[in-house]
């Protein structure tokens, strides 16, 4: 698949027959056809968010972006729970694919009792007002899909079969659609969401291949994974904590300007993060010999990003969110953008290199400053406190990871520590 002039639109004209070459776009020239692919779903999937934005300000107002702001933080737990590593540690099995793709869907079932528990938990906790816990609960559950997403992505990957991805954005888009004409609560929105995306997640492993796997192996090749979660889980947990003071210290209106920030950023992600997970298989391998190129690329699209971060903002604040002031708070963040590319190339690169001592330190020190600055600045000064902190606390990390990332990028053995920073991360 093709992807011409950054429309984002598949070439529907196949290759002459005897043709040895074949057109690439300059998106697949960057990013390759997997990546190409990958960025297409995200951006599909960021299309939604927007989307289900938009519906919940003309449903539920404001107030109703709060509310689904702070079960956000829950979906981004359970999101990296439900994925127990198996996204770093399958590239690194010696088995086949269909192995592979059994060993996901037993991890799948096997993590859907979790998902409710959690929920429900967390929506009793931070509900203000009866009955907004089953709000929070139902949709804290989709972290379970998106979940599973990471993991049908590096399957994919692997296989060489992305494109198939596709259809999960498509599903997701159809429950929006189905919920902004239902004349329902918000509860009932969310519950016509979540069985979209449930169904988008079964019709990708209903057209994979699966093999013959013990529960014991399937078991071990998870818990393999795991040893990559704490820094998963301290990452997730630095950047929610965020999501938890906010959500406890400004009132719902205030929130869902913070989420409507939060998505855009996120959107604003999409390109970097789609260029260093179709690359991950190969920064496995040859972490030396695609690491300088890659973080030059991503450097450049990175101010190109903010660019367009600017002008959407600036268009969405005024024409779309009617929110004063948004376009002040989105020129804030796009600061930020060439920070999270970098940190999260580098946060990549290490675990691509087997550096987990040094990534669970990294994502140690994100926790602590993390939330000290951002509890502090927040406290001052409200809303603009969270933007404040955001822009700060990305770029502060970018220079922590750089320091310990440096010796993969420049070819030189990284070593850390012992256990498995021992790794001589593939670059002598």
């Known amino acids: 698949m093709s992807i011409p002039f950054l429309r984002f639109v598949p070439s529907m004209f196949p290759t002459p027959a005897g043709s040895a070459t074949r057109w690439s776009s300059p998106i697949d020239s960057v990013m390759g056809r997997d990546g190409a692919s990958l960025l297409l779903s995200r951006v599909l999937q960021m299309a939604n968010g927007f989307a289900l934005s938009l519906v919940l300000i003309k449903k539920f107002g404001l107030a109703g972006v709060g509310t689904y702001t702070v079960a956000a933080v829950a979906t981004s737990a359970l999101s990296m729970l439900c994925s127990v590593g198996l996204p770093y ?11 592979r793709n059994s060993v996901a869907g037993l991890w799948a079932v096997l993590l859907l009792p979790l998902v409710g528990v959690v929920a429900i938990a967390f929506g009793c906790l931070m509900a203000r007002r009866p009955g907004e816990w089953i709000e929070i609960a139902l949709f804290a559950c989709g972290g379970y899909f998106l979940g599973q997403i ?61 093999g013959r796997v013990s529960v014991s192996s399937a078991v071990r090749y998870g818990v393999s994974g795991l040893k990559y979660s704490p820094m998963d889980v301290l990452a997730m947990v630095s950047e929610q904590a965020a999501g938890l003071i906010a959500a406890g210290s400004l009132p719902r209106t205030d929130l869902g300007q913070y989420g409507l920030c939060q998505q855009l950023l996120g959107a604003a992600d999409t390109p970097g993060w789609a260029m260093v997970q179709s690359r991950y298989p190969e920064l496995v391998r040859t972490p030396l010999a695609l690491s300088r190129h890659l973080r030059q690329s991503l450097f450049r699209i990175s101010f190109l990003v903010a660019a367009l971060l600017l002008g959407v903002g600036a268009v969405l604040g005024r024409y779309v969110y009617n929110v004063p002031g948004f376009f002040a708070m989105m020129a804030f963040l796009a600061l930020s953008i060439p920070s999270r ?11 691509a290199a087997g550096c987990i001592r040094a990534g669970t330190q990294l994502a140690t020190a994100k926790l ?61």
């Open 150 to 210: 990471n993991v049908l992505n590096t399957l994919l990957l692997l296989q060489r079969c992305i494109d198939r991805m596709l259809i999960v954005p498509l599903f997701t888009f159809a429950g929006i659609v189905m919920g902004l004409f239902h004349n329902g609560s918000m509860a009932q929105f969310a519950v016509i969401l979540l069985i979209a995306r449930a169904m988008g997640n079964i019709a990708v492993f209903a057209g994979m291949k699966y």
């Open 341 to 351: 590319y970098l940190t999260n190339f580098y946060d990549q690169l290490l675990r």
């Open 89 to 99: 540690s399958l590239p690194r099995e010696s088995i086949r694919d269909p192995e």
């Open 368 to 428: 602590v400053g993390g939330v000290f600055v951002f509890w502090m600045l927040v406290s001052a000064l409200g809303l603009w406190g969270c933007i404040l902190a955001s822009v700060l606390i990305s770029v502060a990390l970018t220079f922590l990871y750089r320091q310990r990332a440096l010796p993969i990028v420049n070819g030189r053995s990284l070593r850390l520590g012992g256990g498995q920073d021992g790794v001589r991360a593939g670059v002598e």
